[in-house]
C-alpha cells in the first residue's frame, strides 16, 4: 500500500515553529518598546493570525502520527484566521478590538493545550508537565487580557507581549515535543478496507 505523505505535516509543523518564533520575538519587542505604532501591531498580529488559522488548518488535515498537536485546531484555525482577517479590515481603533479577539484566542488555545498535556501524559511524552505549565499560564494571561486590568495602552502593549511570549513558547514546546512525522506512515483507509472485507466476507 502507497505511504502516507508527509508534506503537509512538514509544512504545519515547520510552520508551527516559524510562527511560534516570530509570536516570541513580537511579544519580546512589545515589551522593550510599548509606545509602538498600533496600526503597526494591528497589521503584523493580524497577518501571523490569518497565516497561523491557516497552517492550524493543515495541521489538522495532515494527521501526524500522535494526533495531538493538531486534533482541536479544525475550529480553532478557522477562528483564529477569521479574527486576523477582521483585524486587517478594520484598523481603525483595532487595539480595543485586539485586546477581546487576541486575549479569547490566546485563552481558548491555553484550555486546548491543557488537554493536550493530559492525553501527552497518557502517550508517554517526557515533557508533558512542560506544555501543561505553560498552557495554564496561557490561558491566564489570555484571561487578564480580555479583562483588560487598565486603560493604559503602554502598560497594555507590554501584556500582550507577555501574551505573545507565553503563547509562542506553548505552541513551540507543543510542536516540538508532541508532532512525530515517521516516512512509513499508512493512510487511514487501511481501517476502512478491514471492515469493508469484513462485511464482503459475511
Do not use: C, H
Not at 508537565?129 to 497594555?156: C, K, N, Q
Not at 509562542?168 to 471492515?195: C, H, R
Amino acid at each position: 500500500m502507497k505511504m502516507r505523505s508527509t508534506a503537509p505535516m512538514w509544512v504545519a509543523k515547520t510552520g508551527y515553529i516559524a510562527l511560534s518564533v516570530f509570536f516570541i520575538a513580537a511579544g519580546a519587542l512589545f515589551i522593550a518598546f510599548p509606545a509602538v505604532s498600533s496600526n503597526l501591531i494591528g497589521r503584523a498580529l493580524g497577518i501571523a493570525m490569518t497565516v497561523f488559522g491557516v497552517v492550524k488548518l493543515i495541521g489538522y488535515f495532515s494527521k501526524d502520527l500522535f494526533r495531538l498537536a493538531f486534533q482541536y485546531d479544525l475550529e480553532f484555525g478557522v477562528l483564529l484566521a477569521a479574527l486576523g482577517i477582521i483585524i486587517l479590515l478594520k484598523p481603525d481603533n483595532v487595539m480595543n478590538f485586539l485586546f477581546i479577539a487576541l486575549g479569547i484566542a490566546i485563552l481558548t488555545d491555553g484550555l486546548f493545550k491543557i488537554r493536550i498535556a493530559a492525553e501527552a501524559r497518557v502517550f508517554g511524552i517526557g515533557s508533558w508537565w512542560l506544555t501543561m505549565l505553560l498552557a495554564v499560564l496561557t490561558a491566564a494571561v489570555g484571561l487578564v487580557l480580555i479583562f483588560r486590568p487598565t486603560e493604559s495602552r503602554e502598560t497594555m502593549t507590554v501584556l500582550l507581549g507577555l501574551s505573545l511570549l507565553a503563547e509562542g513558547g506553548l505552541n513551540l514546546t507543543v510542536a516540538l515535543s508532541t508532532v512525530k512525522i515517521v516516512k512509513n506512515q499508512y493512510p487511514d483507509v487501511i481501517e476502512g478496507e478491514y471492515t469493508e472485507k469484513g462485511r464482503d466476507a459475511r
